[in-house]
């Protein structure tokens, strides 16, 4: 009997990675330059608060409003904001937040008086809070998961923390150069280099279905967040004694609770309790939460070193925190490539435990010297720091369908911000209310690096169930 034999079978080609076109390159340009511009205005404004305070007659108790008037509705109108943006057109909502911002920006920068002034800076905010949601969810639609969607938010990430840093080390130079008011110039300037780009570049996005909003869930959850957020801004520079701290922290915390009621009812809610549910968004949020409230601690409690301790200018404090820019650039160039070889839940984990051991390092500083080790560590921790934010946006956004991007990017930004918010009014304040600034800062440095390492091994624990 002839047998018969198969022709050989040619060598597979393995298929080419994919990579970005120019038009994406252009789009990533936009959405990150944007990102950039919100995160400089995170902190740009904070070496020039004194000059400003004088120059427009804020007293001292006051001046912590030209933060809290921009924290309020950029934190509280995320949520809302992100769900609008799926409803009815991210890339229209994120073009009307660039108008917005840019002419607050203006508008501040022009300010004769305190009012003038705060107006300008809460304008900000309700544009950041347009723009940072629907920023994130044209990126995540835009990049598809898997490889160039980890590329895009390496960069979004390392861009992020490049913003918060350069406003530092900008902020002290440009105010002793040409005056506080150039800081919010700046922000109006950016504007002008990304709103003519985005327009003809981005692709609009919304669900297809046209849901009821939902009115109550948006009210319950707007008020919640912003009587959180005025609560623990205030604490910040009064601490949590007073009458009306406590009465809106309670208030927060009751809307909140009322808002999750109706969340169970409604019949398109505003967040999905089940996506809550599940353990990526859930521990993916709360690692988010630490690593930002912890790692703004240790940038709270160094700067007090580094001035109060070490006797070190303002100046030469923003140029050393400038070292983490740096830092930033590099983590952002390698978290991508770790995340594709050991997977978002291990790098997750690792750089959390990177972060916590690396700052309870900077418990070696003494009195009289330290800088250099307070350098080194706090910028190998923002690189472990960057680490966890890459993995934790790729954990909470990875497997949700394109029509709820908006959500779960909102519930992201909004992480981010609550994070941003909290650590310095849970932790920080222990640096200065005791009477030995140096001991306060050794102790809120042990129990930052506590809270993260503690937090790493929950995190371990819930995503490794999932997976």
Known sequence: MATT???PTAPT??????VLTGRTRLILFVLCAAQFMVALDFSVLNVALPVLGADLGLGQSALQWAVTAFALPSGGFLLLFGRIGDLYGRKRLFLAGLVLFGAASLLATLAWNPAVFLTGRALQ???????????????????????LRDRALGVSGTVLSLGFTVGMVLGGVMTDTLGWRSTMGLLALFTLIVLPLA????PESRTPERPRLDVPGAVTVTGGLLALIY???TAAQRGFGGADVLVTLV???????????????HASPLVSLPMLRRRTVAFGNLSGLVTFSMMSTVVFVLTLYLQETLH???????????????????????????IGRLGTRRVLVGSLVGQGLLTAAVLGVGRDSGAVL????ASLACMFHLGAIISYGLTVTSGVPDEEQGLATGLVTTTQQVGLTIGIPLLGVLATTGGDLFGGVRTVLALDAAIVLGTAVLVGLGLRRSS
Not at 374 to 377: D, G, L, S
């Open 5 to 7: 034999t198969s022709p």
């Open 13 to 18: 080609t393995p298929a080419a990675p994919p």
């Open 125 to 147: 905010g309700l544009g950041a809070a347009a723009i940072v949601p629907t920023g994130m969810s044209l990126l995540t639609t835009t990049f598809p998961e898997g490889p």
């Open 199 to 202: 327009p003809g570049l981005l």
């Open 231 to 233: 609560a623990l801004s």
């Open 251 to 265: 208030a927060g915390v009751v809307l909140l609770a009322v808002f999750v009621r109706v969340e169970s009812r």
């Open 312 to 338: 070190l200018s303002a100046f030469v404090t923003g140029l050393i925190f400038g070292v983490q820019g740096l830092a930033a650039i590099l983590a952002g160039t390698l978290a991508p490539k770790v």
């Open 374 to 377: 307070a350098t080194v560590a």
